[in-house]
């Protein structure tokens, strides 16, 4: 039984691990449809808004009143813009594409307000900053989901053109599920804003009425409210190519021209003299026109009087942007390939291997490594009085250790040369993989605490397997150890690892198998070296009692998983899988009672964890939309870090201090909440006045993974200081309150 038991728990981790690492690749490798898509402009998100659910076999009438809304949120960064339906002079209006079952159609896009971005002698109509083009779900009786569905599948294609000075024409491909029968509302704020940023219908004896030849528009609009007469509004034409964009308003007294207008009130009829473009594209009957004071706008629908002069040449478009479009679309087939790895001098790398030794080394120290070395722990103390076999479990622990450690090095080099931006760590961005984790540590805390044995239900075969084959054991156990140990950066470590992803292959690799090694040689030296194993206790009662004890630290771990998850799916995902651990214990449990009352309550236990695993378990691996971060608060001390915000305060002269965190790293929570929790710390950042920058790498982000190499780093943390016109001073992983009054004593007028 306890050969069976010290087998079985390491091959179960293998099973999780050998998963999580398929899912991790895979997740990679088919990222094309997603809730959200980055680029280095935007960050595009669909999102949903149904309150009420979906309404499912209702009347039209009946399911107007229960909305359905998505749309498509657009958050730029600085200086670039998307554009309005009506682009302006040029650019192109965001497309959306939509994929939906039978007996659901998408409405027209409820555009929001645009605003006027002027671009030299040009101007486009747009959005800055974060617009949501919400679209309305028109659900008819014609929709039948199945009896099982439980969620309605809408799928998005997007294509859009952010510009700045240079314009980029991108797209994403988007999937969402929206519950059928439960309320989703947490994007309500987002659809309330745009849709109150909505034109108004204003019903009236509104008129466009040609003169000068056709040159020029005399616009009246009539029935605006009483609050805005006598203010002057902006004017948005919604058919495209008809007036000059980039007219300005005319300077008062001052005759209007070719490329100015001029807008006044006749009693409660709101007045415009707008010039009409040469390179018009349109002669419409009636146009539609929105007009804007402030945060709030009008539609109003005229015909127009007069007869139009005959059109000039297709424009078509602009020839700025025709350039700035080939420009764009000839980038990639004209950019240099990526600079190939190159070999290091022969003595900077020998430092690499020996930093990548001692960072392994100090692994062991590692608050997250500390439940599995436990089982290690007493492994080694059920062989002390074996010398071989002590051996031969020190070299099988070590083999398991450094080929985990290659294996993920591997598989990082392979994703980073396929084109993806992962570091370190990167298989805790996954929560499919994180998840698996805490279930694994969460069964192997219900082994170690007694509430079940492998044996009652594995196989006699497998139970026997280790009795066949005594080394692998310690194997998988060295694979466990280094699928916790992975996320976590030690000191010496960093720079190793950012060298080793620049570097060729097999030098890359040899670092990873130095980490491995300098992890697993403790445990080496111990099996070999006979004094050590004289201090290892003789086996005993005792060792119930600890095995029992430990299973504490694996439900901490598993507790530490949990909260990682939860930074990643929200409080949804956490509590779904918290629900599953739950039902998966009481099925351990009931698989190890014996007779009827074994069946009764297995069948029932595995019947309630398939339910609640279709009904929630989607949660678990469902990214949450990220939430507007609090330091995004004015004055907030701790701000979300940017290349943007880093290049703004250096420009102005102040020094900027990042923080490159992960939910999932224990050596960054334990930083954050002593030295730079600390008051000294954050006194002489005031004094020197840094700006303080935190870059969150919980989840996947480009940039940051960019960042950090740029920085000759592959994980976190990564802590870095940086004055206007000096290089950045990288400080040590394992910070001190001494590292940062030391690196701010260097910064240019410190005394």
Known sequence: MNAMRRFSTPLIAAIFIAASAWWTCAAAQNNTQSEVVRTDQVQAKLLAHAPQGVPVGQTPDAAAGQPVWVGLQITHAPEWHTYWKNAGDSGMPTELQWTLPPGVMAGDIAWPLPKKIPIGHLANYGYEGTVLLPVPLIITPEYKPGVLADALDVK????????????????????????LRSSTALNGAAFDAALKSQPADVAGAHQVALKDDGKRLAVRVAGLPVDVRGQPLELFPESPGVVVTAATPAKPGE?????????????????????????????????????????????????????WPALALPAGVSPALEAALKANANAGANAPPPAAPTAVPATTFVWALLGALIGGLVLNLMPCVFPVLAIKVLGFTQHADDRRAHRTSGLAYTAGVVLSFLALGALMLALRAAGQQLGWGFQLQSPAVVAALTVLFTVIGLNLAGVFEFGSFLPSRLATLEARNPVANSFL???????????CTAPFMGASLGLAVGLPALQALLIFAAIGLGMALPYLAASWW??????????????????????????????WLLWVLGQQTGIDGAGALLALLVVL???????????????????????AGALLASAFGPNVIKMAEAATPVAETPGARWQPWSAERVQTALGAGQPVFVDFTAAWCVTCQYNKKTTLASADVLAALDAAKVQTLRADWTRRDAAITAELTRLGRSGVPVYVLQAPGQAPIVLSEILSVADVLGALKQLPGAR
């Open 156 to 179: 998005l294609k997007a294509t859009w053109l952010v510009c700045r000075k240079e314009c980029i024409p991108q797209d994403g491909e988007f999937a969402l599920k929206i519950p």
């Open 255 to 307: 005759p209007v021209g070719a490329r100015s207008w001029s807008q006044h009130w006749d009693g409660d009829v709101w007045t415009a003299d707008v010039p009409v473009s040469p390179e018009r594209a349109d002669s419409p009957e009636k146009m539609t026109l929105v007009l804007v004071a402030g945060e709030r706008g009008w539609r109003a629908e005229a015909p127009v009087a007069g007869a």
């Open 477 to 487: 156990t060295g694979m466990l150890a280094v699928a916790v140990a992975s996320p």
């Open 530 to 559: 006979p004094a050590v194993a004289r201090l290892l206790p003789k086996p005993g009662a005792w060792m119930d009692t600890f095995k029992k004890f430990m299973a504490f630290p694996m439900f901490g771990t598993a507790v």
């Open 585 to 607: 214990a009481l099925v351990l449990w009931a698989l190890g009672l014996t007779g009827r009352t074994r069946i009764v309550l297995a069948s029932f236990s595995i019947a």
